[in-house]
């Protein structure tokens, strides 16, 4: 097991009475104390972590049908901090599995239906002109449906591109800014975008730039044919399985405050850094492919979600540090929405997928 040094280095000294050379510097003991106390308080943290996990996957599962995979990265974008887009064809449970989500958790939740009539005041909200108690005319800001904890955005490319910039700031910085005034969103805050694929009617494809606030871009297959004989068992009778909700505000605060609390040695960092060069075509050790059918590359902002989402997949297998396999098993779902294809790409039907299993080799 790995920890944080409460040292900033560690020094060697010189003892000047034998001519003897310290190999390092020797702890006293309040400061073993302090490190064995960290110790044993980030073990049970740890523990609460992958408990509440479990039990939050667990409890979704009772109505979701696999997905296995699915649920568990768009748990760890959640206590990553990050906000996840599910892409999949009409009709496969995505808004269902949104929804199945925030009803484990005890927040608000809100949902947004987005259509080409769709303003940006219909999502953050705007000021009207009301009355007083004194009959004198007052503006007032009625709050959006962004106002809350748990944001369903449903078919989020049917909105016109003044439409989905509104929430830009909303997934950034967690604020809103209405005529020179700054709302701050309550905390936590994450967005769960749906979107269809092949309808291209009536559709406008998200912006890069709003692309890359979400955290992750999760595909969700066509379910196998036991998944589908669930589905059945679950949707075609007088009720559909319950679900409780068994999460607090507070503990998803606190899970995400001990992701960044894992450690990350030089070597992953490194690896995670190299990862991200080689989405570039113009880095010299760029996999061929990346070179040929790629126009850009993954920002920084790719690295920070890579590093965040990897530090939560390390808690839930019971570690204290990041490991190379933690980059490898979140990495697709972060840089497939990175990464910018160019005309040969686009023409010859490369998939972005496709690309990061070469990048991550």
């Not at 696999?66 to 206590?79: A, K, Q, R």
């Not at 049917?158 to 809103?176: F, G, I, N, Y």
């Not at 669930?230 to 899970?255: Q, S, W």
């Amino acid at each position: 097991m790995s920890h944080i040094s409460n040292n900033d280095e560690s020094v060697e000294t010189n003892d000047k009475n034998n001519g003897q050379e310290s190999a390092g510097k020797i702890l006293t003991p309040d400061e073993s104390i302090e490190t064995a106390n960290w110790e044993l308080n980030i073990e049970a943290e740890v523990k609460f972590f992958r408990e509440n996990f479990k039990k939050v996957k667990g409890e979704i599962a009772k109505r979701i049908a696999g997905y296995e995979e699915i649920l568990e990265l768009i748990l760890l974008t959640i206590f990553s901090g990050g906000h996840s887009l599910l892409e999949g064809v009409p009709g496969i449970g995505k808004t269902q599995l949104v929804k199945t989500v925030a009803e484990v958790f005890s927040l608000n939740f809100k949902r947004i239906q987005f259509t080409p009539d769709l303003m940006p005041s219909d999502v953050i909200g705007s000021h009207v002109l009301v009355e007083d108690d004194k009959g004198s005319k007052i503006l007032k800001f009625n709050e959006g449906p962004v106002f809350c904890n748990v944001l369903l955005a449903d078919e989020i490319n049917r909105a016109t591109p003044k439409t989905q910039s509104a929430l830009l700031e909303c997934m950034a910085e967690s604020t809103v800014t209405v005529s020179n005034l700054k709302f701050k969103l309550d905390q936590p805050f994450f967005v769960l975008a749906t979107e269809n694929p092949i309808e291209m009617e009536g559709t406008f494809p998200l912006p890069e730039a709003q692309l890359d606030r979400f955290m992750t871009k999760i595909n969700l297959d066509f379910p196998t044919a036991d998944q589908l004989e669930t589905i059945i068992d679950r949707f075609t009778v007088l009720t559909v399985p319950p679900v409780e909700m068994v999460m607090a505000k507070g503990d998803i605060l606190r899970m995400q405050s001990l992701v960044k609390k894992i450690a990350v040695s030089n070597d992953v960092k490194k690896y995670a850094v190299n990862i991200i060069k080689r989405t570039h075509p113009d880095f010299v050790d760029a996999p061929q492919i990346v070179k040929k059918y790629l126009k850009y590359g993954s920002s920084p902002r790719g690295l920070i979600s890579l590093i965040l989402m990897a530090k939560a997949k390390a808690i839930i297998s019971g570690r204290f540090n990041v490991s190379y396999d933690d980059l490898r098993y979140v990495a697709p779902a972060i840089l497939n929405h990175r990464m910018i294809l160019n005309f040969d790409g686009l023409a010859e039907g490369i998939t972005p997928r496709s690309v990061v299993e070469q990048v991550i080799k």
